[in-house]
């Protein structure tokens, strides 16, 4: 299965809204012994085991809305059948901070990641688990506002978030889409 964690490259993201698919990715690869650096189809590529399942976590290199030319490059030379081996993580302007959705398939719900991946596929027949990053306040502007980083007073939040969500890509794994949706939606 490949498990690709949205996000743009380059430090000055690191901690960026829009990078909660890097930041899983991160998270999941050493407690999975694995080190995602290795270079193939404009992303970086880690392999790992996980539930008993061996997966590729993968954080493309391209920019956001580039995303799905990474993605169709890794599917198309392991000749996978998305839906049942692909997983994308992003965040969700749309869901309040800190909330989780897991889907088996759906549209791109005006995420430009999203949008670029079912493009290249030309599907939109993959699972996905979206993190919430909905501001409690009016956002003048809404690319800035996924592009800023989260504050610092936010941080322990962030990371208990990305613990759940660590949690359900291992029950994702573990026990299906299914019934990580009725455990985590």
């Not at 549209?107 to 993190?131: D, M, P, Q, T, Y």
């Not at 949690?167 to 985590?184: N, P, S, W």
């Given at each position: ?59 493309p ?56 991946i ?9 699972a ?58």
């Amino acid at each position: 299965m490949l498990i690709v964690g949205l996000g743009n490259p380059g430090p000055e993201y690191e901690w960026s809204r829009h990078n909660l698919g890097f930041m899983l990715i991160d998270k999941l690869a050493p407690a999975a012994g694995a080190e995602v650096k290795r270079r193939e189809c404009l992303s970086l590529v880690g392999r790992a085991e996980i539930e008993g399942c061996r997966v590729e976590l993968i954080k493309p290199q391209t920019f956001m809305n580039l995303s799905g030319d990474a993605v169709a490059c890794l599917v198309a030379k392991r000749s996978l059948i998305a839906p049942e081996n692909l997983l994308v993580i992003s965040d969700d302007l749309a869901l309040p901070f800190g909330a989780i959705r897991i889907r088996a398939k759906g549209s791109a719900g005006g995420h430009n990641g999203l949008k670029s991946i079912i493009g290249a596929l030309g599907s939109n027949e993959f699972a996905r688990l979206r993190i919430g990053i909905q501001p409690d306040h009016p956002v003048a502007d809404v690319k800035r506002f996924v592009l800023d980083p989260f504050p610092r007073s936010a941080r322990v939040q962030v990371e208990e978030v990305l613990d759940r969500s660590a949690e359900a890509v291992r029950t994702i794994l573990r026990d299906g889409v299914l019934k990580a949706m009725a455990e985590f939606n």
